[in-house]
Structures are given as C-alpha cells and as structure tokens.
C-alpha cells in the first residue's frame, strides 16, 4: 500500500457536479410529539418504557422535539447547504393502529416538511418504514406475520398517492436486518422478542413488504420519484480456522438474505441450508419472489464498521459485545452444531465502541457494483458518535466526528475513481437524537442538541460538511 493512503485522509478530492450531498434521520429518533394528532403508539414505544430495555429508561417522548420546530431545523439544513434530506415517515402518524382509517393530521405534518424542503430548494428522499411499527400490528404479530406485509403495502399506497408527487426518492425500508434480527432473533431492538424461526419469517415479509410497497408506490405516485430500499451490509474478517465458513454464513444472513431476493429474485441456496434446522421457510409462497424482485433506481448503503467472525469452536460463543451492531442473531441457531462468533476488532473505536475502517467503505462499494453492475449506490448513512464537549464559547468542536467523516468520504471518493456509479452520501445524523437502546447517551449529529432546552449547535464537523457541500472538494 502507498505510504499515507492507509490513512484516507486525501484533502482537496472533488465530488462531481450530480454528486448530493444529504444529512439523514429517523422519525422516532428525532420527532417527539408522541402522541401529538392521533399518532398511535409503536413497538419502539412500547419497549423505551419496558424497564431495562433502554439506557437510562430514555424514551422517544420529546426526542428533538422536530414535530415542532420542523421550521427551524429546515432553516438549518439549508444553512448547511444540504442538497437532500432524508428523513422517516411514521406510520403510526398516518395510520395508528396499522391498518384502517387514515390520519390527516400525521398527513398534514409530512406534507409541510416536504413542502418546506422543497420550498429551501432541499430534495425530500423519504424512508417509508425506520422501525416505528404500529404496535397494534405486533399485537397481531408483528413482522412475523404475512398480514404486517398486506398493512404495508396498504400504507404505501397511501403515503404514494399523499407524496408521490412531490418525493424525490422513496425508500421502502431502513436496515431490514435490524428489524427482523434484532428485533425479533437477538431482542436488543422492539419488539425484543427472542424467536430465531420469527426472526427469518420476519426477514422474508421484510422483504416482501419491500416488493409491495415499490409496486404501491409506482401505482400511486404521479411524479418521477426514484425507488430504493437502504440495507446495512456487513463487511466481513475472518479470524481462526474456518474463518472462509464463518464469514460465508454471515454473508448469506446478513447480506443475500436480502439482496437474493431483491435484486436477483431467489433466496441463496446455502442461507435456506444453513437455516434448515431453524425453519423450512414455508412461509415463502408461490409468486412471493416475483413480487420481491421489482426494479429500484438506487440502492441505499449504510456503513459504520466492518465486523469480524470466527466460528464457534465448542466453548460457549461469548456474549456480543454490542446489542445495536455486530449481532447477526448471534447465528447460534438452535438445532445447528456450529455457531459463528462475532470477535473484537482492532481499534481505534467511536463511542459506540465501533471500530474505524474507512477502507472496508471502500471495499463494500466496489464489491456491490462488482456484484450489481447495473445498480446504481448511495451512501444513505455514514457518521459516527462521540461524547462531545461544549467549549466556553459555546462552540462544538468535535474533531474525532470531523477525522471519521474525511475518511469516509475519501474511502467513497477513492470508491467512485474506481468505477463505482455512487450517486451521493448522506451523513448520519443531522441532530443528536434518540439511538435506539442507548437513548441520548450517544451523539451522532454534526448539529449538536442540548436535550434539556433543546437547542441546536452546529459542531465544527457540521461547519466542515458545509465546506465540502459549498466547495464539492474535501476541505483540508
Ligand atoms: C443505523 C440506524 C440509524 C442509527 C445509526 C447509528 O443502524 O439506521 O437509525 O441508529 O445506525
């Protein structure tokens, strides 16, 4: 490797002109207003006041408090210069129990901020479902259950005919591998339930609300949005003596389980061996693949860390070390003789205890346009969380966020000089907000939030992302 290139920090690098530069969010890590105009409970606020689940007991109650100061915080992304935003829609906003009767009011909030964003010449890229399941839906049974897959596609129709004029991207679904692994197999996220068979039912309705919904969404919407679906991939090390075994299985889990289906049409052969002892995958159906595999313009790539695997070699597979990342169901799959092991990685890490690897950024996007030639990419989440300090004059300075952001977009820089058809890159997050299971205790914003009087700061890493937004070249 050529002296220096290791460390990615290659100043000056120019985004070319159709580059978009976009800050993301989530609407229940953000919003507040819990129970503001008819929005109904979900399953995150369910499991933020199940005692335990969430650090602190921190709940999504008040959050940054954006249903109200919406305005404000479109105010500051335009300050910041952001090309797109990409935000969440709550479900239980638009329909509270799921299913049924519509709720204008949780309408009317989305429109003014779609409108608002285009009004600041901002592009509204928004994700249908970011984990805020109506939990009268779990109360049926959740992701598990095929009829959660009907509801959905029934919601798409209706944000679609509500937006789909005015969108500039829809996204069906953030990290399905959250929601299906960690929210029903390893019980860190809501649901929390703990049912490895659930797990993989939910992992193929996941999939089919995807195909549902893009088939909803082209139905119903009058303007040209583009269609995506955002994944988490996990970018895998082996380590010991079947490291090849342990990363294929994670691999077909994590990664093929949806891009098998959604971008080929067929399950992997070896994720419906690897899984035999767990399910038979009847839930599958005649036509299900069909409806899955449906176009999209774009792919949506979020990246953090890269996760290192080895597997199980008969000593009890040692507890994860993180409920949010790095799980993969543990993949102790019972009735299977092997388990794999998520393993600690090499340093150096972010508060989240994540370890830094801008080259496996790198590594992931060129692999993906190696194995979808014809796929077009976005970064739709890439940022990192740090225990920042207010300075005495009121200032953010964050320089760890800032380094972590540089490396990243030299490793998607470096990504595109390779070939890779990267269409633009989102930084998570816009705020600090509510991160799942750790609540407010982790900061990903380049806009710091004082969650007492709920301020807003932009970090000096915000300042520099308005540079390269301005200039289109990587500040030095
Ligand atoms: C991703 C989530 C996002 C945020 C970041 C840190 O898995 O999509 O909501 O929590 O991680």
Redesign the pocket.
């Known amino acids: 490797m050529v002296e220096g290139r290791a460390d990615y920090r290659d100043a000056g690098l120019v985004f070319p002109p159709g580059f978009t530069f976009g800050s993301a969010t ?1 609407s229940y ?1 953000i919003e507040g207003a819990a129970t503001e105009d008819g929005r109904g409970p979900s399953i995150w606020d369910t499991f933020s006041k199940t005692p335990g689940k969430v650090w602190n007991g921190d709940t999504g109650d008040v959050a940054c408090d954006h249903y109200h100061r919406w305005e404000s915080d479109l105010d500051l992304m335009k300050d910041l210069g952001l090309e797109a935003y990409r935000f969440s829609i709550a479900w239980p906003r638009i329909m509270p129990t799921g299913t049924g009767e519509v709720n204008q009011a949780g309408l009317d909030f989305y429109a003014r901020l779609i409108d608002g964003l285009l009004a600041r010449g901002i592009r509204p890229v928004a994700t249908l479902y ?1 984990w805020d399941l109506p939990q009268a839906l779990e109360d049926a049974g959740g992701w598990p259950a095929r009829a959660t897959v009907d509801a959905f596609a029934r919601y798409a129709e209706v944000v679609g005919e509500a937006f789909g004029d005015r969108a500039h991207t829809w996204t069906t679904l ?2 399905p591998w ?1 929601s299906a692994y960690l929210g029903y197999g390893q019980g860190g996220h809501a649901p929390g339930r703990h049912e490895p068979a659930a797990a993989l039912a939910a992992v193929h309705h996941l999939n089919l609300g995807h195909g549902r919904a893009l088939q909803a969404l082209r139905a119903t919407s009058t303007g040209t949005p583009e269609y995506s679906v955002t994944l ?1 991939f996990h970018v895998l090390r082996g380590v010991g003596d079947g490291a090849g075994e342990a990363m294929r299985r994670i691999d077909a889990l994590a990664n093929r389980a949806f891009t098998g289906p959604m971008l080929r049409g067929e399950y992997p052969e070896d994720l419906l061996q690897d899984t035999a002892g767990v399910t038979d995958w009847a839930f599958v159906q005649d036509g299900d693949l069909a409806d899955i595999h449906q176009p999209i313009d774009v792919l949506g790539v ?1 990246y ?1 860390s890269t996760a290192t695997v080895r597997l199980w070699d008969g000593v009890s597979p040692k507890q994860m070390n993180d409920g949010h990342k790095g799980v993969a169901g543990g993949t102790a799959w019972p009735g299977s003789d092997q388990a794999v092991e998520f393993v600690e990685q090499p340093g150096p890490y972010t508060a989240m205890g994540w370890n830094i690897a801008p080259e496996g950024l790198e590594e992931l996007l060129v692999s993906l346009s190696e194995q979808f030639p014809e796929q077009a990419l976005m970064v739709t ?1 890439n940022g990192a969380a740090f225990d920042d300090e207010v300075a005495p004059d009121g200032s953010v300075p964050d320089p760890e966020r800032l380094d972590y952001l540089r490396r990243h977009f030299t490793a998607a820089h470096r990504a595109m000089a390779r070939g890779v058809d990267l269409r633009g890159y989102f930084v ?1 997050s816009l705020l600090d907000n509510f ?2 299971g750790y609540g407010y205790a982790k900061r ?1 914003g380049i806009v710091r939030v004082d969650f007492d009087t709920l301020e807003r700061t932009v970090k000096d890493s915000g300042r520099w992302y308005r540079e390269l937004v301005r200039t289109r070249a990587i500040p030095e």
């Open positions: 989530a890590q970011h953030n990290e959250c988490n979020n953090y989440e998570w991160e799942w990903f």
